[in-house]
């Protein structure tokens, strides 16, 4: 089933992901996990976002996990929506944290 960007849902190891780009994804990290090279592999990690005592919206990355003891924070992008892109930027200022995108 495709969505309003063409995105194809692929299955893999019985998880739906919303594209066959994040389901490659999933088969590389997965490799790399095995291989010992990533750890801590957690797929759709969230975050609430909160300001002034408010919940504004929620994150919701593709892949988290840790290389060399750093913590990776995964989204894959196809295209980059108006409101991604103020997440992204709600998720460094409120939760310090960096999202590492891929193509």
């Not at 063409?6 to 066959?20: L, N, P, R």
């Not at 291989?35 to 592999?41: H, N, Q, S, T």
């Not at 909160?50 to 924070?73: H, L, Q, T």
Request: charge should be positive; proline fraction near 2%; hydrophobic fraction near 40%.
């Amino acid at each position: 089933m495709r969505n309003k960007y063409s995105a194809i849902k692929t299955v893999v190891d019985g998880i739906t992901f919303d594209s066959k780009r994040e389901a490659a994804r999933y088969g590389y990290l997965k490799i790399r996990f095995r291989a010992g090279e990533i750890r801590d592999l957690v797929l759709q990690p969230s975050w609430e976002i909160v300001i002034n005592s408010r919940k504004v919206c929620k994150y919701i990355a593709d892949f988290m996990y840790r290389e060399n003891g750093v913590v990776v924070i995964e989204d894959v992008k196809g295209m980059k929506t108006p409101l991604y892109n103020l997440k992204k930027k709600l998720m460094l200022a409120v939760h310090g944290i960096v999202i590492t995108e891929v193509k």
